[in-house]
């Protein structure tokens, strides 16, 4: 199975701040990577797909880059409605393998 | 509207069973492949199994944990999705989520195995 690894794992940060979240997989995903946001007690919502595809709906301040194994998701500046957990998935070879997630907080 | 809506979860001892249902709607359900994905108490997402739909083979998929004890199935007919989950362990517990793979997700269904 191929690993997906975050980090951080959780950063603290500030209404405005820029915020980079990274993810690396163990062997080479292509662009087949998608980064979903979750809040408490509700389901993953999709943010990105194939790297570095904004979904219909989601705000320009989110964007994905890279490919192969290397990726990151940037949120140009940090609104109070971004404090959530996202998570990064390969969807390149079976089984779909997510990363562990990195909890964006409030500083 | 596109839409998946869980239900069947709920509490359950060691070595037991249940079975959860997904109802969908707003799209053609009988195309989809769809998956489950669960979510154990303050942990990260895991990926649990997907079938395919009946037009390219119908066949599952399942991750090693489950593999042997969980089974999915579709009832185009129905547009409902089910997870028989059986031998259950107390590391199944979780909210379960089925999901069209990536952008399609339901709000989940929890399941607690203890005795």
């Known amino acids: 199975d191929i690993q997906m690894t975050q980090s951080p794992s959780s950063v603290s940060a500030s209404v405005g701040d820029r915020v980079t979240i990274t993810c690396r997989a163990s062997?080479?995903?292509?662009?087949?990577l998608a980064w979903y946001q979750q809040k408490p007690g509700k389901a993953p919502k999709l943010l990105i797909s194939?790297?570095?595809s904004l979904q219909s709906g989601v705000p320009s301040r989110f964007s994905g880059s890279g490919s192969g194994t290397d990726f990151t998701l940037t949120i140009s500046s940090l609104q109070p409605e971004d404090f959530a957990t996202y998570y990064c998935q390969q969807v390149n070879s079976f089984p779909p393998t997510f990363g562990g997630g990195t909890k964006v907080e409030i500083k | 509207e596109v839409q998946l809506v869980e239900s069947g979860g709920g509490l359950v001892k060691p070595g037991g069973s249940l079975r959860l249902s997904c109802a969908a709607s707003g799209f053609t359900f009988s195309n989809a492949w769809m998956s489950w994905v669960r979510q154990a108490p303050g942990k990260g997402l895991e990926w649990v199994g997907r079938?395919?739909?009946?037009?390219?083979?119908?066949?599952?998929d399942y991750v090693a944990p489950v593999k042997g004890r969980f089974t999915i199935s579709r009832d185009d007919s129905k547009n409902t999705l089910y997870l028989q989950m059986n031998s259950l362990k107390t590391e199944d517990t979780a909210v379960y989520y089925c999901?069209?793979?990536?952008?399609?997700w339901g709000q989940g269904t929890t399941v607690t195995v203890s005795s």
């Open positions: 079938i395919k739909s009946k037009t390219d083979g119908g066949t599952t």
């Open positions: 194939a790297a570095s």
């Open positions: 062997q080479g995903i292509s662009s087949w």
């Open positions: 999901t069209t793979g990536v952008d399609v």
